[in-house]
T-cell receptor
Framework: DGGITQSPKYLFRKEGQNVTLSCEQN?????MYWYRQDPGQGLRLIYYSQIVNDFQKGDIAEGYSVSREKKESFPLTVTSAQKNPTAFYLC?????????????FGEGSRLTVL | AQSVTQLDSQVPVFEEAPVELRCNYS??????LFWYVQYPNQGLQLLLK??????LVKGINGFEAEFNKSQTSFHLRKPSVHISDTAEYFC?????????????FGSGTRLQVQP
């Protein structure tokens, strides 16, 4: 079945460590997104990419980095510079040619900093 | 830029009762509107969307929403809820003429259906 796969589902890290969250899609979608979810704050956009080898900062990009070397993959690195990284991270994709913004989501990755 | 306000953070309701989850948006241009549902520790699933045409939109699981341009609202309704509808619901908007296609989300409404 087509979809978006995020891994790992749960991740623990110590302060000062970088961690990379994986996001893979087989929907043949051009655009991919990373959102952060905190209780009571909804979803906030971290980074997005509309095409391979190109990406843009969202509203809360500080302390995060991404790459888009392949159409199917959009990994997110949470660096030690991110002051409050404990959160639920959601990856999404959309069909570039259908200009509505509708998103398809993965199951999420929950990061806890110890 | 656009923004979304979900007026209720939590809505408790009894099973088989009707429910309305409120959503207001702010935008200087025309928008597309969406409602998503999220079950615990899962991703978001699209309930329904308004792109154009009829202002009353029907979605999955018996939900519907009405686009009101003059009041900049897109409230979600269901005439009779089930226990299984307990979840968090997010309203989202994207502008029709922006190069940035990422959705802007509201803060969410937690629907708690009680027996």
């Amino acid at each position: 079945d087509g979809g978006i796969t995020q891994s790992p589902k749960y991740l623990f890290r110590k302060e000062g460590q970088n961690v990379t969250l994986s996001c893979e899609q087989n929907l043949n979608h051009d655009a991919m997104y990373w959102y952060r979810q905190d209780p009571g704050q909804g979803l906030r956009l971290i980074y997005y990419s509309q095409i391979v080898n190109d990406f843009q900062k969202g509203d809360i990009a500080e302390g995060y980095s991404v790459s888009r070397e392949k159409k199917e993959s959009f990994p997110l690195t949470v660096t030690s510079a991110q002051k409050n990284p404990t959160a639920f991270y959601l990856c999404a994709s959309s069909i570039e040619g259908v200009d509505t913004g509708e998103l398809f989501f993965g199951e999420g990755s929950r990061l806890t900093v110890l | 830029a656009q923004s979304v306000t979900q007026l209720d953070s939590q809505v408790p309701v009894f099973e088989e009762a009707p429910v309305e989850l409120r959503c207001n948006y702010s935008s200087s241009v025309s928008v597309y509107l969406f409602w998503y549902v999220q079950y615990p520790n899962q991703g978001l699933q699209l309930l329904l969307k308004y792109l154009s045409g009829s202002t009353l939109v029907k979605g999955i699981n018996g939900f519907e929403a009405e686009f009101n341009k003059s009041q900049t609202s897109f409230h979600l309704r269901k005439p009779s809820v089930h226990i299984s509808d307990t979840a968090e619901y997010f309203c989202a908007v994207s502008a029709t003429d922006t190069g940035r296609r990422a959705l802007t989300f509201g803060s969410g409404t937690r629907l708690q259906v009680q027996p």
